[in-house]
């Protein structure tokens, strides 16, 4: 098949859209597919264009297989409401023109920006071709969630735009089962909802030992236990929370890396509080993410404390999982139960202080519970290869051409 992909994000940009995305696209084009996504210049979260790439009307390049085609958007840093939506609006129209001149059998648009969708439904149109919605996050409920927007006749109108892009979707790929409940429940058809977790590229997590290196280079004593945060600093992860909580507790190192919108605020709060033990990075190379990942003790995966990130499951499970390192858990919902199905950490209530410490505590003072995790994650980074799901995801694309 001859596979056209739309996605703002992408490689070498390190979020979790990119990394999905340009995982499964790798897999299909092995088994032989023609792959061509249609992506912008590399930025987030700075909204600085990376090295080596410009801001061009079109530009194509070659990567492991796929045919990358960027094209010229307004660039914005992961921070405002307005520039963002401008950013993800420059986007989508200049994707839907540069799409209408490759040749494809199905198309296939990702959230969360659903402008991106847009994109894909008036091009499926032009080329009369089936095309498929990724649902990643639920777009406009996330957006509220976090209080992005808090006009709610603009939310309303936003819903609309996206019931009438399910409904006309040939199928619906969503990564969360909850995603899938929340779908049906407001009247979009159940078999044409297919499931398809996150996952984790199993080949890229056998990683040299890199720990005793970067824990020298970091001054981080030896009987001091590594928290870690690796991901998106942004508006929906309540880092601040992790920062005050954190404060007092002895022979614990914080890491964060990353880069997004609340990152400038983490530093100040950093140093208002005076946590010489917290330690905040710059976002690193995918290549690098799992050496890092390999020096925590104790991973850490936050979200602010809302319904709507009840139906959210955090791609960085799987990449900490694969290397067995416990999980501790600030998020409700689905993400809660496969956390505890798999045995794979503990979590603790959103944004409860108390709860925090107590499960914290846990992990670091009870040996045979942190083994049962680590075993636990191995388990669970199995059963989420990328490889099966990218699979999986291409069964749903060939019925979707076939029908």
Request: net charge neutral.
């Amino acid at each position: 098949m001859r596979i056209l992909f739309l996605s703002d994000n992408f490689p070498p940009e390190v979020n979790a859209p990119a990394s999905r995305t340009y995982d499964h696209c790798t897999e299909w084009t092995v088994q032989g597919h023609d792959v061509t996504v249609l992506t912008c210049a590399p930025n987030f979260p700075q909204g600085k264009v990376y090295s080596g790439y410009k801001n061009k009307l079109s530009q194509t390049e070659q990567m492991d297989g796929i045919r990358v085609i960027r094209v010229w958007s307004w660039i914005a840093s992961n921070r405002g409401t307005l520039i963002r939506i401008i950013d993800f609006l420059s986007f989508a129209m200049m994707a839907f023109w540069r799409g209408l001149f490759i040749k494809t059998d199905v198309i296939v648009a990702t959230s969360p920006q659903f402008f991106t969708a847009i994109s894909g439904y008036l091009l499926s149109l032009c080329k009369q071709r089936p095309w498929i919605f990724e649902v990643r996050d639920l777009w406009p409920e996330s957006i509220l969630a976090v209080g992005a927007i808090e006009n709610r006749s603009l939310i309303a109108g936003l819903e609309k735009v996206e019931l009438f892009l399910y409904r006309r979707a040939k199928r619906i790929v969503v990564v969360s089962d909850s995603f899938k409940t929340d779908m049906v429940a407001r009247g979009i058809c159940a078999e044409k909802i297919h499931v398809v977790r996150n996952g984790i590229d199993m080949s890229q997590s056998d990683v040299t030992d890199a720990a005793a290196t970067l824990r020298v280079d970091h001054g981080i004593a030896e009987d001091h236990i590594v928290i870690g945060y690796l991901g998106t600093l942004g508006m929906a992860h309540g880092l601040d929370f992790i920062l005050r909580s954190i404060k007092n507790i002895e022979k614990v190192v914080l890491f964060i890396i990353g880069d997004g919108a609340a990152r400038h605020d983490l530093i100040r709060l950093k140093r208002e509080l005076e946590l010489d033990h917290v330690i905040i990075l710059d976002a690193v190379p995918k290549k690098d993410i799992y050496s890092y990942i390999s020096v925590l003790d104790i991973a850490l995966i936050n979200l602010k404390k809302s319904d709507a990130f009840k139906k959210v499951i955090p791609s960085k499970i799987f990449e900490n999982a694969a290397l067995q390192k416990p999980i501790l858990l600030g998020l409700e919902g689905e993400a809660k139960s496969i956390i505890e199905s798999y045995q794979a950490g503990i979590a603790f209530q959103p944004e409860d202080g108390a709860d925090f410490k107590a499960k914290l505590s846990r992990l670091m003072e009870d040996p045979a519970f942190y083994q049962q995790c680590q075993q636990g994650g191995l388990r669970l980074a199995k059963d989420h290869d990328r490889i099966k799901l990218a699979n999986d995801m291409l069964h749903v694309i060939s019925k979707a051409v076939e029908s």
